[in-house]
């Protein structure tokens, strides 16, 4: 594991028997204890379903401190790069480890807009859907379905095509989500202009139609640029474990990218923006919040507080802080004043941070708190929201992706269990059964 180094060991003592793990320490974070060989040593597996206390892989991309609620790409804070960067530069930051040159940048932004089009035969796959059918399942579908369109960049053993295939998701992500939405509205597909920017493209292909001059607010493109910032890489969470995953088994990147999307899609994850905003919504009025504060607490009510609480975050998502100054922003932009969501997201999140409950689990607003209010006064559907979320997301997919395929010690990711089953019985013949 290059980068980290052997520190010390863990006795395991079990009756008569010692067992000497090396300790392994990284840049920064936890050691880890190296358990990989464990079993041939003691016959025993550890267990840990959740992922809560193991290491999946070592890896350089992102670092988060939970506890202190920092979050790093390649060592630069989420603060400065949404301050002072873009999302192209973060896109070559997180793919290559260094912020780009110039010419660097230039180069590596003509190469992603190159890909920016689509198939046109794909453009029969949307027709396929309903219209009311939820983008995210267009997502998956089509994502899925660019490996019957682009073979020349599967071969994951070749190190150009997985930077082609990489550049293609990249710039495909916002047609396709674009896509998506037209199709929702039963408005005509708007193809890329590749003179626009990529947060500029995005909204052009989103919110412009043929009838009319569609004139693009810089800062609102700045807002979706920052936005896109915010979800572009978080270690390994729950969608780019699955990305990983998919990907050691040798899977083309487009079926693993299209996996990653189906895992982001669920409520604890990257479908709790568009939760936020439905519990927002349901939650209706400032008077109603202690109400809603009691259901979360409640353990024998399945309610949560969407857009609260991280596995790693026990102190306020960064991220979180950068949307809510975004949010004001955009709403001053558009010239929205008193926006009712935001006061109630603002006075939810006022009385759950003085609450003993949230302050004891240490349960902060994580990414997904503020962006739906963001995105919906951009004009977005909350159907959108996640789709939005994959589509930035699709740049620390893919850099995690070659990171794991450049290692070469990759192998398979194959979990054990704890069998808690039956023991082994004789077949019992139909006639038999009572
Ligand atoms: C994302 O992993 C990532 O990095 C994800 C992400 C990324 O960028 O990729 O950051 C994006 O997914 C952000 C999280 C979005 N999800 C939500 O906002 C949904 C609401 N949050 C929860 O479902 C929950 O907080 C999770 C899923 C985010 C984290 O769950 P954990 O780490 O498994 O924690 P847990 O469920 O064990 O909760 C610990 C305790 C529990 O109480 P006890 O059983 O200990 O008594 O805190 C409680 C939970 O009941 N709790 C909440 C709560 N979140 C946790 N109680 C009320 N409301 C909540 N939101």
Redesign the pocket.
């Known amino acids: 594991m290059s980068g980290s180094k052997t520190n010390g060991t863990v006795q395991l003592n079990e009756g008569s028997t010692n067992t000497e793990l090396p300790m392994v320490e990284g840049t920064l974070g936890p050691k880890v204890i190296d358990i990989r060989k464990l079993y041939a040593q003691t016959g025993h597996f550890t267990y840990d379903p ?1 992922f ?1 206390s193991t290491a999946s892989c070592d890896s350089a991309i992102t670092y988060i401190d939970g506890d202190e609620g920092i979050l790093m790409h390649r060592g630069y804070k989420i603060e400065e790069l949404a301050a002072q960067s873009d999302f192209m530069e973060v896109c070559y930051l997180l793919l290559k480890g260094e912020l780009p040159t110039s010419e660097e940048k230039a180069k590596f932004t003509k190469d992603i807009t190159y890909h920016t089009m689509l198939h046109e035969q794909l453009i029969q796959f949307f027709r396929g859907f309903r219209r009311d059918a939820h983008p995210m399942a267009i997502m998956v579908g089509v994502v899925g379905a660019l490996s019957a369109f682009y073979h020349d960049s599967t071969d994951i053993a070749d190190p150009h095509q997985r930077m082609i295939a990489s550049y293609r998701l990249i710039a495909k992500m916002p047609t396709i989500a674009a896509m998506a939405y037209k199709y929702s509205v039963g408005q005509p597909f708007i193809y890329p202009n590749n003179e626009l920017s990529y947060a500029e493209n995005f909204l052009h292909m989103t919110f412009s139609v043929p009838a009319e001059t569609y004139k693009i607010s810089p800062t609102l493109a700045r807002a979706m640029d920052r936005i896109f910032i915010l ?1 572009a890489d ?2 390994q ?4 474990s699955t990305v990983r995953l998919a990907g050691s088994s040798g899977a083309n990147p487009f079926a693993c990218i299209a996996a990653g999307i189906a895992c982001l899609w669920g ?4 479908g ?1 923006n568009e ?2 905003l439905t519990m927002l919504e349901e939650i209706g009025s400032v008077e109603r919040v202690p109400e809603f504060i009691k259901k ?2 409640d ?1 024998n009510d399945p309610f ?9 975050y026990k102190n306020y ?1 960064p991220r979180a802080k950068v949307m809510q100054q975004t949010c004001y922003e955009v709403l001053d932009e558009l010239g929205i004043k008193d926006e009712p969501m935001l006061k109630l997201a603002m006075e939810l999140e006022r009385i759950a941070l003085e609450d003993e409950y949230f302050i004891e ?1 240490k ?1 902060f607003p ?4 503020y962006s739906g209010i963001i995105l919906k006064a951009m004009g977005f559907p909350t159907s959108m929201f996640t789709v939005l979320f994959a589509l930035a ?1 699709t740049v620390g997919w893919v850099a995690q992706w070659n990171e794991m395929m450049e290692d070469p010690g990759q192998k398979i990711g194959r979990p054990r269990q704890l069998y808690t089953g039956k023991a082994q019985r004789p077949f019992v013949p139909l006639v038999k059964r009572k």
Not at 237 to 240: D, L, Q
């Open positions: 959740g809560t979800h978080h270690e969470n729950a969608s780019t409520p604890a994850h990257g709790a939760a936020v979360a607490k353990k949560r507080l969407m857009g609260f609480g991280h596995r790693v998502d689990k349960l994580n990414v997904d708190f997301r």
